[in-house]
């Protein structure tokens, strides 16, 4: 062939290898922006890197995915800072038992919950969520329109019954803020002889792991300018709440390119 075009051989090959790796290129690209779509632009360069090296069974460096997604105009969405500050009317009051100590060997040993809120075009509903500190799974979470006793109570009584706790008989901690719900004895009778830790007023970090857990809900997914179109009735937005907090628990790689679900599995084998 290379005879009856007047050509050498290295210019041959140059042209199948070149030709090859246009065509890894492309499959490169096309994997990028369906993997972007699917987390909703979520993923920086490290992660990206990770699950595309998973699909394709590859070795490619951080280096080139990110030429890659400059590229393509993908971008990581940027987390949103934002000061939250409550009143509280404590019924009673807890030591910070936990004291930051975040550390923990397995699962249903230490737990943090809180509530926060989101806006939609219909007004704001409050969700409350309860995660594991080990794998850092939501357990569960209940919505409502209202910030009340109902929202964080059956919130924490599904997760007890879901994990089958024995309220009169674990080691089991919760972290909680002063919130007025969590200084009832509402919250203090469902919790039964779980430990209760009580961050010390206007320290968020004695709780920071379900205060970390919405700061990623709210950049990846609230604020996230793909997502904005959800938010035009409750309705639509409770949906895809729930869609998201599904893709956190299964889907969501971290930097270790693991998932909530893939850490919890394998600590209760």
């Known amino acids: 062939m290379c005879e009856v075009l007047e050509l050498n051989r290295s210019t041959y090959y140059n042209f199948l290898k070149y030709n090859a790796k246009d065509e890894k290129d492309k499959e490169l690209k096309e994997t990028i922006k369906q993997i972007d779509k699917e987390v909703f632009s979520t993923y920086g360069r490290n992660r990206m890197t990770i699950e595309v090296n998973k699909r394709l069974n590859s070795n490619y460096n951080s280096k080139k995915i990110r030429r890659i ?40 040993q230490k737990w ?5 809120e989101v806006k939609t075009a219909e007004g704001k509903i409050y969700i409350s969520g309860i995660i594991d500190i080990h794998s850092k799974k939501l357990l569960g979470y209940s919505i409502r329109n209202t910030n009340d006793n109902e929202l964080v109570f059956t919130n924490l009584k599904d997760v007890i019954e879901k994990e089958n706790i024995d309220i009169d008989n674990n080691n089991l901690m919760i972290q909680t803020d002063r919130g007025y719900q969590y200084t009832s004895y509402g919250f203090k009778h469902i919790r039964g002889n ?46 895809e709440i729930e869609n998201y907090f599904k893709f956190y628990n299964e889907t969501r790689i971290t930097l270790k390119g693991t998932t909530p679900n893939i850490i919890r599995n394998n600590s209760l084998i």
Not at 96 to 106: H, I, Q
Not at 112 to 116: L, Q
Request: proline share 4%.
């Open 69 to 108: 997604m400059k590229e393509l105009n993908i971008e990581c969405v940027i987390r949103v800072k934002k000061k939250r500050f409550k009143k509280t009317a404590a019924e009673y009051t807890a030591e910070n038992l936990m004291n930051r100590d975040f550390t923990v060997e397995a699962e249903n």
């Open 112 to 116: 943090s919950t809180d509530v926060t």
């Open 194 to 239: 779980i430990k209760h830790s009580m961050s010390r007023p206007g320290h968020c970090p004695d709780n920071s792991p379900i205060e970390s857990f919405w700061g990623i809900f709210k950049s990846e997914f609230v604020y996230n300018p793909i997502c904005k179109e959800y938010f035009k009735t409750k309705e639509l937005a409770i949906k």
